[in-house]
């Protein structure tokens, strides 16, 4: 497992403010699901610091036996999960936990879904009970329709190579500007066009992630860059979190509003919100 992925995921757990979805994309798929299950037995822990590996539950979930952690196969890539079965899955969801006070499910190869498995399981990551988590593992994000991902937190080393690291950085520091002018006139500098504006919100994902892991002490030359230290100044790992995720959902927007001088607008305040400002 990668120690930057488990550092992101740690501070998913210690900030106590974990998302309804977190997706994995790593094709190593042993190694995706280790990641998983690291997330999972944090978020069933009753110990102080989460994973504790001492607590019933984190011994259960080690062993595989605990009674709300649901593991489930996306399918192979010649057959999908069947329909029924994730019509199941979503009415399952909705049961409360029967020994905590949350419901874990690690769908592993969600990117074996079919199109209508994923659009019938969507309907529960827009809308999940509050206490449920999904993990999904999948070989690459874009095996997964982008409604999906637009409603989870990806954890990725992949796709960093192709990522503007300057501009991502400029974008993420305009976050924390005063007023919302810095950040609108960047997105309209930078966003020409709408794949423009896509990568860039991308970036800021990927920016936001690199940055989480070095508030949570992983050692990273991003940190020493005078904007990433800027952010990482005023920044909390809660704030870093909800901005991950605030442009994971803006992202998932391309496909519902074709307007993108709104999406711009709308894309800075919701960012300045999550960034507590």
Same mark, same amino acid.
């Given at each position: 497992?990668?120690?930057?992925?488990?550092?992101?995921?740690?501070?998913?757990?210690?900030?106590?403010?974990?998302?309804?979805?977190?997706?994995?994309?790593?094709?190593?798929?042993?190694?995706?699901?280790?990641?998983?299950?690291?997330?999972?037995?944090?978020?069933?822990?009753?110990?102080?610091?989460?994973?504790?590996?001492?607590?019933?539950?984190?011994?259960?979930?080690?062993?595989?036996?605990?009674?709300?952690?649901?593991?489930?196969?996306?399918?192979?890539?010649?057959?999908?999960?069947?329909?029924?079965?994730?019509?199941?899955?979503?009415?399952?969801?909705?049961?409360?936990?029967?020994?905590?006070?949350?419901?874990?499910?690690?769908?592993?190869?969600?990117?074996?879904?079919?199109?209508?498995?994923?659009?019938?399981?969507?309907?529960?990551?827009?809308?999940?009970?509050?206490?449920?988590?999904?993990?999904?593992?999948?070989? =690459?994000?874009?095996?997964?329709?982008?409604?999906?991902?637009?409603?989870?937190?990806?954890? =990725?080393?992949?796709?960093?190579?192709?990522?503007?690291?300057?501009?991502?950085?400029? @974008?993420?520091?305009?976050?924390?500007?005063?007023?919302?002018?810095?950040?609108?006139?960047?997105?309209?500098?930078?966003?020409?066009?709408?794949?423009?504006?896509?990568?860039?919100?991308?970036?800021?994902?990927?920016?936001?992630?690199?940055?989480?892991?070095?508030?949570?002490?992983?050692?990273?030359?991003?940190?020493?860059?005078?904007?990433?230290?800027?952010?990482? @100044?005023?920044?909390?790992?809660? =704030?870093?979190?909800?901005?991950?995720?605030?442009?994971?959902?803006?992202?998932? @927007?391309?496909?519902?509003?074709?307007?993108?001088?709104?999406?711009?607008?709308?894309?800075?305040?919701?960012?300045?919100?999550? @960034?507590?400002?």
């Amino acid at each position: 497992m990668g120690r930057g992925l488990r550092a992101a995921a740690r501070a998913m757990l210690v900030s106590g403010r974990l998302p309804h979805t977190v997706i994995i994309e790593d094709p190593d798929a042993a190694r995706g699901l280790e990641l998983a299950e690291f997330l999972a037995k944090g978020a069933l822990c009753r110990g102080e610091d989460p994973p504790c590996g001492a607590c019933v539950s984190c011994r259960k979930a080690e062993k595989r036996c605990h009674s709300d952690l649901t593991y489930v196969s996306g399918g192979t890539k010649t057959k999908s999960m069947p329909v029924e079965k994730a019509r199941e899955l979503r009415a399952h969801a909705f049961i409360a936990p029967g020994e905590g006070n949350r419901k874990v499910y690690i769908l592993s190869e969600a990117g074996c879904l079919s199109v209508p498995c994923q659009n019938v399981l969507l309907k529960i990551l827009e809308e999940p009970p509050a206490f449920v988590l999904f993990i999904l593992i999948c070989a =690459s994000r874009t095996e997964l329709l982008e409604t999906v991902l637009s409603r989870g937190v990806l954890l =990725s080393d992949f796709g960093e190579e192709a990522v503007d690291w300057e501009l991502a950085l400029e @974008a993420a520091a305009a976050v924390f500007a005063p007023g919302e002018l810095t950040l609108l006139k960047l997105f309209q500098e930078q966003g020409g066009t709408r794949d423009d504006l896509r990568a860039l919100l991308e970036g800021m994902e990927m920016a936001f992630s690199r940055l989480l892991r070095c508030k949570n002490g992983v050692s990273d030359d991003f940190a020493s860059r005078p904007e990433a230290a800027g952010i990482l @100044a005023r920044a909390t790992g809660r =704030s870093l979190l909800s901005l991950m995720e605030a442009c994971a959902g803006l992202v998932g @927007a391309f496909s519902l509003n074709p307007n993108q001088t709104l999406l711009m607008t709308a894309a800075c305040g919701k960012l300045r919100r999550a @960034a507590g400002l």
